[in-house]
């Protein structure tokens, strides 16, 4: 009954910190939605109040109705984000399963290779993505922004770890049935590897949507800039135009909580994939 009582009291400590630190991760957000309906001058005053004392939609008609470029932003960031996704989810499969799966020649070099690139900053890889893109002709374009993120090797990895410990059995039957290789993969493989499909798009698709140095980089035209390269613009010579970039950023957040809220039940189910056989 001790041990009982102890790890009840243990459950109730450690919902009660989680609780605390979900309370103190929420504070801010609520923050910025409260702010995203105040006027500049009541953001900027310096007064401690939670809720608006001057309620408006104003900021919201400024940047969808007065700011000809934002709904431009928002689009080129839908676009940019779900067309990496896609090719993420494409490529990174393609790859993680020839690994795990396929016999060729310099398989293990590559997969040696695969790890040593994922303990390389990103920004080593800025001048020469940027001297590459400029050669091509590819600055200040969604190729430019497209196909440098259209592979990770974070997620190769990740789905090689998933189809490592994928059921061998199916494969066979599948072969046994007359499946080639490619047909296996498409239509058994990849069906069943939904979790970690949905895990990947998740992380995929907000690195992607919330990136702003490839951008910042690479595009100089504004009708180009995706939102967080567009949010930066808000700022003016002597004062950030807060009450815009709060209600610009609300808009911003509710796609990346979209995507989370819709694949969250996939995430228990995909704790494992990293694990298992080497």
Excluded: C
Aim: no cysteine; charged share 10%.
């Amino acid at each position: 009954m001790k041990n009982l009582s102890r790890v009840s009291w243990l459950k109730v400590l450690l919902y009660a910190i989680l609780t605390l630190y979900a309370i103190i991760t929420l504070i801010p957000f609520l923050w910025a939605l409260s702010a995203s309906f105040k006027p500049l001058f009541e953001i900027v005053s310096g007064e401690s109040n939670f809720l608006p004392k001057n309620f408006t939609f104003d900021n919201y008609k400024q940047i969808f109705v007065q700011e000809p470029l934002f709904v431009r932003w928002l689009f080129n960031s839908v676009v940019i984000a779900v067309s990496v996704t896609v090719l993420n989810l494409l490529f990174n499969s393609m790859a993680g399963y020839a690994l795990a799966r396929l016999s060729f020649r310099g398989r293990h070099f590559w997969f040696l290779l695969i790890l040593a690139v994922l303990a390389v900053p990103a920004q080593i890889t800025l001048i020469p993505t940027f001297l590459i893109l400029k050669a091509f002709g590819w600055l200040n374009s969604y190729q430019g922004m497209i196909i440098p993120s259209m592979v990770n090797a974070t997620f190769i990895f990740m789905m090689r770890q998933f189809f490592v410990n994928f059921p061998k059995e199916l494969e066979e039957a599948a072969a046994l049935d007359g499946l080639t290789p490619f047909g296996i993969f498409w239509r058994i493989v990849l069906p069943l590897a939904k979790p970690a499909l949905a895990a990947q798009a998740v992380f995929v698709f907000m690195g992607s949507w919330n990136n702003f140095l490839l951008p910042v980089v690479i595009l100089f035209d504004p009708e180009m800039f995706t939102l967080p390269l567009g949010l930066n613009s808000f700022k003016g010579q002597y004062i950030s135009y807060w009450n815009y970039i709060m209600a610009a950023s609300m808009v911003f957040t509710l796609p990346a909580l979209a995507i989370y809220a819709f694949f969250n039940r996939y995430f228990i189910q995909s704790v494992t994939f990293t694990g298992g056989k080497g």
